[in-house]
Each structure stands twice: as C-alpha cells, then as structure tokens.
C-alpha cells in the first residue's frame, strides 16, 4: 500500500473507528495499543502514547531515600567516570 492510497472506515454507533490493517500492521498498534488523539486544523492525529506521563525533576525530587550527605557535582562526575571505567574494562 503506497502512502499515498486514500483508506476508509466507519465509525460505529458506539464511537468506535477499526484501523486498516495495514496501517495498524505497519505501525506495529496490536490490540490494546493506546493512542493519544489530537484534533488538528487538517483532521484528527493517532499517535502512540507515552509508556509514562511526562514529568519534570520537582515532579520526582525527594522520591527516594537517600543516606548521608549529598554528594557533589564534582563526587557525581567522579563516580559516573568509574563507572563508565569499570564498564569499559569488561569489554
């Protein structure tokens, strides 16, 4: 199916659209798939939606436990170094 060919469906009496299979095939959407629906000037848009709800770093700040004092930008830097050291040496 070229991306061009102009694909039809009906919507149901209870609201509900069925995707051509080849779009769904295509954009790999099985059953249970969510979608976030958009209503733009051009028509309605289909895309896949996020796995997580976008947050921001003071959505999250203070989640989890922490011990001791916090460490400096200059401890975090060392240690993602060590690590990233640590890593490459298995390799």
Known sequence: MS???????TVST??????????????EW??????E????PEG???RLAPAFAA???NDVFGSLPSRGAPKTLEEMDAGV???????????
């Open 44 to 46: 309605v848009l289909l």
């Open 55 to 57: 947050t921001q770093p």
């Open 3 to 9: 991306a061009s060919e102009k694909l039809t469906t």
């Open 30 to 35: 099985g059953a249970g798939t969510r979608l």
């Open 14 to 27: 209870k609201g509900q659209v069925i995707l051509p299979s080849a779009i769904r095939k295509r954009r």
């Open 37 to 40: 629906v958009e209503e733009t």
């Open 81 to 91: 170094l060590a690590e990233a050291r640590r890593r490459h040496a298995r390799d």
